[in-house]
């Protein structure tokens, strides 16, 4: 779910990728990530619920095999703090050095399979992004969504079917 990030917090960490040299992606090689997964738990806690994850459905861990060879990095962060009736969201934060930053939050406190899954709807919207090199920026990553994409009621939200689905698939799979 596309939703507009707001200024503070998000440009901080932005500013820590573009000056951090090792996040820096060779633009010739988009395949191969120095630090591991393109898909990265904000802390330990979800880098093992991304393993277990992984695991448990081969949906998601398709999804994160996908995601591992574009030139998408995202930080996936569970908040308790998410704005009403989002259960998660995707948030676009810089282009550097020819990698694309987004930034993934899935509400905290929900059972595992049902984190898995909506981690799993955000990682393919991740995918969708990765899949359009011209969104460089939140507002082309609006624009992209504006096509592809429907409104979900609330400005500057969106969703996609195939979003959808593979969070229905996900949620599947964890539980059978």
Request: proline share 4%; aromatic share 6%; charged share 25%.
């Amino acid at each position: 779910m596309l939703y507009r990030a707001r200024v503070g917090r998000l440009c901080f960490v932005a500013a820590l990728l573009i000056a951090s040299p090792a996040l820096r992606a060779d633009p010739a090689s988009v395949t191969t990530d120095p630090l591991g997964s393109r898909v990265r738990g904000a802390t330990p806690a979800v880098t093992t619920l991304i393993a277990r994850g992984a695991k448990r459905s081969a949906t998601f861990k398709q999804l994160l095999d996908e995601l591992n060879r574009t030139d998408v990095v995202v930080y996936l962060e569970t908040n308790v703090a998410l704005p009403v009736g989002l259960e998660g969201r995707l948030m676009f934060l810089t282009a550097a050095g020819g990698v694309r930053y987004l930034h993934a939050q899935v509400t905290s406190g929900l059972r595992f399979e049902e984190l898995i899954a909506i981690a799993g709807h955000e990682l393919q919207h991740a995918l969708e992004v990765a899949q359009h090199p011209r969104v460089r920026d939140g507002r082309s990553m609006r624009a992209l969504y504006e096509r592809i994409g429907v409104r979900t009621g609330v400005p500057d939200r969106y969703d996609t079917a195939e979003a959808q689905s593979t969070g229905r698939r996900v949620r599947a799979e964890m539980t059978s």
